[in-house]
């Protein structure tokens, strides 16, 4: 299976911008779409975006679209999500993930994914 490491979480004032990295381990994680999820003290692991493994098409939810842009580098086997005009409500543990399991449009679908890496915070402050 793919291992995944997400870095560049941090804190950072409201309306600012932050970009995170996921990087794999493992030959096959361009055959893999992919995810971020976010986490926020208390609250359930919510899906933010995906992305396929062409990277040619991606997806969001709604909150994120028009700020977070997912991106990826099969070469590098590295994943990205820039996110801009940051606000409080952003503030979460984010997670990437593969998606294992074939779901249709569904990317939201938190159990049709795994390799879950170990998160990274991100913080904004108003």
């Known amino acids: 299976q793919v291992q995944l490491v997400e870095s560049g979480g941090g804190l950072v004032q409201a309306g600012g911008s932050l970009s995170l990295s996921c990087a794999a381990s493992?030959?096959?994680?361009?055959?893999?779409?992919m995810g971020w999820f976010r986490q926020a003290p208390g609250k359930e692991r919510e899906f933010v975006g995906a992305i396929t493994w062409s990277g040619s098409s991606t997806f969001y939810t709604d909150p994120v679209k028009g700020r977070f842009t997912i991106s990826r580098d099969n070469a590098k086997s590295t994943m990205y999500l820039q996110m801009n005009s940051l606000r409080p409500e952003d503030t979460a543990v984010y997670y990437c993930a593969v998606k294992y399991t074939y779901s249709g449009r569904n990317y939201h679908l938190l159990n049709t994914y795994g390799s879950w890496g170990q998160g990274t915070q991100v913080t904004v402050s108003s």
């Open positions: 493992g030959r096959t994680f361009s055959s893999y779409d």
